[in-house]
């Protein structure tokens, strides 16, 4: 085998978990925690419940409440500027991705200085980070277990993915009581992300024996128990929810995605929609166009989805797909994309294809696509 | 679930990863590295090849090669004393368990002072360690993996566990390449180590969804390639065994193991037995004991064994054991402890089960164990 690297945080996980953040703030040698969050959380008690244990634990705070969804680039040269005039020396982001990237983009420019656009792509960033302790609050972004950071360039329209594995945090703290005060919308959102992470980042040209199987698992998992986690909001299903993304995200970090996030990426820029949202509309569409590349890999996919196997790959890779639609049929989700869009909005496509082929995840996807190939992708899903 | 905490080096996995040392090394501030390893190593040429890769790095070194199996705490201070005198860095290890383990006592002296036995038990190392960049030239031991350092302390004749998290190592370099210089006993041992590490794990009471795909992984890989790896030597082969061994392994730093080890610990202690020679002789035995407090995940073992589920739980556990018997009776492996040991050391088991029931591994048992048990046991595989 080529060589791989595998590379994750420190895990902490559990309900109650968030009361361990002082003491991991500690262990990094924390004296004044900068700690970013947003209103929403905010208003949920939980900036002031971690102020309170960081308190405890003697340690000082700084609070920047300013996240927005999807950060922007002058935002986190602000962040920075904000967390070095403070001198705060540990980084702590309470909050779903919007927060983790937004802790991360500040994380880079107080320690390397510059531009965020200056580290855009894989690698660029040199100098250590100071050390990041991340609190997630959904379950799906993956940001607080992953090398990615995202954050658009306001002047270009553009999602600029950063990666590297200096951005991977020191420590993830998951506490599923968390994730109770969140809506129906956001728990469906969050998981089929997940979901999307673990299947692109299992037919991904780089997966490996380290990221398959928290791939299958994350799949496993959240098949089971997503519909019930939604119906009942029970802890037991939100848990397995919390554990499904941390699988997925430990897969997709280290693996890569596919063309579906590459086409995610630009009609999510292009038309402001989210993930979770374009997942349920794509997915499928881009497992059938990648079936032919991987009908095995993707017949471990059916497997799992099915829980059983068929007479062939090819049968049970199709019958997994098919359950699959049927599934997000099951939820109260767009599953064309005229539904998200307006009719005269079809005259981007052929440009926001072109943009796609070129997203740094079309490079892992098993099957090389064209423009042309993601136009008809489009076309199909309408 | 209550909390529960994961945490694994950055692996760097594939044949000829051994040429990243250099930049790993680097990456952690290196300008003068400490080499650990031992004769055979050097013997076979790859303390050789790690200097010069060091040195095209621009990195100074100073090696030592003081590595004795089962190293002893004189030891270690002595080589935190030879450490610290040369103003090395960064600690890297080249070697199986004992030149890890030698490593990583070294490595706690040399940042924390006093003598090993200051630090027996479980997370009693309170400063930071030097960054431990460890190569691996054995699958199993997972010392490059786990948050365990075994050292012996000779007056009282007792193998120490150190557990704290702050031993994994920063880098775990796994080299498959290296693995086809190792003798067919040696890879033997090795995989049954890894296997015994893979089911205990799994059994235990704090195993969690982040260790026990892990395991599952890990026992697949074993069964399937151990054979063909011994009688073929093939690079394929030996490199699912390497993927096995860092599966087991985190599985086994992040829940613990059982009885099986609580006991291979005082027996290997008394007889001078190394793990793989211990576990064909009582992993099995030990199963049967604990198989009415976990019948379930005990079938889930089965499962991965025959590669089915047969009627019922209890069914599937017992086939599943069954299996591994044969399995292990196909190697040429003792299966009872009086192929290893004197006929009148038999006088010995009391004292040993009597100890053995205070080691730290018994405390993951799924089920509780008495002494007069554990020689019960010991008796049943005499």
Chains 1, 2 share one sequence.
Not at 333 to 344: G, I, P, T, Y
Request: aromatic share 6%; charged share 20%; glycine share 6%.
């Amino acid at each position: 085998m080529e060589t791989t690297k595998f590379a994750i945080p420190e895990i902490i996980f559990g309900r109650g978990s968030i009361n361990y953040a002082g003491q991991c703030a500690l262990r990094h040698g924390a004296k004044k925690v900068f700690l970013v969050s947003d209103t929403g959380i905010e208003e949920a008690g939980w900036v002031q419940r971690l102020m309170e244990i960081l308190e405890a634990a003697g340690i000082d705070w700084i609070y920047y409440p300013r996240v927005t969804p999807n950060p922007r680039d002058f935002e986190v040269e602000q962040g920075a500027e904000f967390y070095l005039k403070n001198g705060a020396d540990v980084i702590m982001a309470l909050g779903g991705g919007s927060s983790m990237d937004t802790a991360k983009g500040i994380a880079i420019i107080a320690s390397n200085g510059g531009k965020i656009q200056d580290y855009e792509g894989a690698n660029r960033v040199q100098r250590p980070l100071p050390p990041m302790v991340f609190i997630t609050t959904t379950a799906g972004s993956g940001s607080d277990i992953s090398q990615f950071c995202i954050i658009t360039d306001v002047k270009r329209q553009v999602k600029m993915s950063i990666i590297t594995r200096t951005l991977v945090p020191n420590i993830s703290i998951v506490d599923p009581l968390i994730l109770r005060t969140k809506t129906e919308t956001l728990i469906i959102q969050s998981a089929v992300d997940a979901l999307a992470h673990a299947i692109e980042a299992y037919l991904s040209r780089i997966a490996s024996p380290f990221t398959e199987p928290q791939s299958l698992k994350a799949i496993d998992l959240i098949m089971r128990h997503l519909k019930h986690a939604v119906e009942s909001r029970s802890l037991d299903s939100l848990e397995q929810l919390s554990i499904a993304s941390i699988a997925a995200s430990m897969a997709f970090s280290n693996a890569g995605l596919g063309a579906e996030h590459a086409l995610a990426h630009s009609l999510g820029g292009h038309f402001d929609m989210s993930h979770g949202v374009v997942h349920p509309i794509l997915l499928t569409a881009v497992m059938r166009f990648n079936l032919p590349a991987c009908t095995k890999k993707m017949a471990d996919i059916g497997r799992v989805i099915l829980d059983k196997r068929l007479g062939s790959d090819l049968d049970t890779a199709l019958a997994g797909i098919e359950k699959l639609e049927e599934f997000f049929a099951s939820f109260d989700v767009s599953l064309k994309l005229h539904e998200e869009v307006q009719a005269d909005d079809k005259k981007y496509l052929e440009s926001i294809c072109k943009m796609a082929v070129h997203d740094a995840c079309n490079l892992t996807n098993p099957r090389s696509a064209s423009w042309q190939e993601f136009l008809e992708i489009c076309e199909e899903v309408w």
